[in-house]
């Protein structure tokens, strides 16, 4: 079965820094898709950054960035120049490249940003 | 069309009583997903509709769960004779359907509180 782990539950980061939340996944599959979501207080999850697997570049989306890493099964995300904004629970996500395309989701890494 | 729309918001039962929330989807999407998210835990899947037929089921759908979507447009998620332990957070997302699409929207989520 396939899981993803996100080791840290809290980080902090302070205004205009830059920040790495890391997760990692377990599949056997060749084919899937990696996600990170963005999940603010009382609000509805939105989705940050894609991944295709087959795709050897890293997907960026203005100061989201990811570190793909698929033999070490490692999908990180970088948020540059971090707002107030940015302040959230973050869940890394998968979903195989069957037909469901139902997301598993780690446990999530709440990100405080101080001013 | 706002997005993914859930109602009600926040519900409070009694354990033994049965609970009915629902969720509106994005109008043109085909895909409806049910997940359960626990404090501390990422969304976990329930159960998934195309159209107006339920494709999956989730083992955590005991037979006291029960979801609809009639017609293929809006869902309805029925708890009967709810339980202390079925507190939690019911988000519903929504995608379109076809070859490489994976973005689900997601709703604001119905709180379950059962005491």
């Known amino acids: 079965a396939q899981t993803v782990t996100q080791s840290q539950p809290e980080m902090s980061v302070q205004e205009a820094e830059t920040v790495t939340l890391s997760c990692t996944y377990d599949?056997?599959?060749?084919?899937?898709?990696l996600f990170w979501y963005k999940q603010p207080p009382s609000r509805q999850m939105i989705l940050v950054i894609r991944?295709?697997?087959?795709?050897?570049q890293n997907a960026t989306e203005n100061r989201f960035s990811v570190n793909f890493q698929k033999a070490a099964k490692s999908f990180s995300l970088k948020i540059s120049d971090s707002q107030l904004g940015d302040a959230a629970m973050y869940f890394c996500?998968?979903?195989?490249?069957?037909?469901?395309?139902?997301?598993?989701f780690g446990t999530g890494t709440l990100l405080a940003v101080q001013p | 069309d706002t997005g993914v729309s859930q109602d009600p918001r926040h519900k409070i039962t009694k354990r033994g009583q049965n609970v009915t929330f629902r969720c509106d989807p994005i109008?043109?999407?085909?895909?409806l997903y049910w997940y359960r998210q626990t404090l501390g835990q990422g969304p976990e899947f329930l159960t998934y509709?195309?159209?107006?037929?339920?494709?999956?089921k989730s083992r955590l759908l005991s037979d006291r769960f029960s979801a609809e979507r009639p017609k293929g447009s809006f869902s309805t998620l029925e708890i009967q004779r709810t339980e202390q332990g079925d507190s939690a957070m019911y988000l519903c997302?929504?995608?379109?359907?076809?070859?490489?699409?994976?973005?689900?929207?997601f709703g604001q989520g119905t709180r379950l509180t059962v005491v």
């Open positions: 997302a929504s995608s379109l359907a076809w070859v490489g699409n994976t973005e689900a929207f």
């Open positions: 109008s043109e999407h085909n895909r």
């Open positions: 996500a998968y979903i195989d490249g069957g037909a469901t395309n139902k997301l598993i």
């Open positions: 599949t056997s599959e060749s084919d899937y898709y």
């Open positions: 991944q295709e697997a087959y795709k050897q």
């Open positions: 509709f195309q159209n107006e037929a339920q494709l999956e």
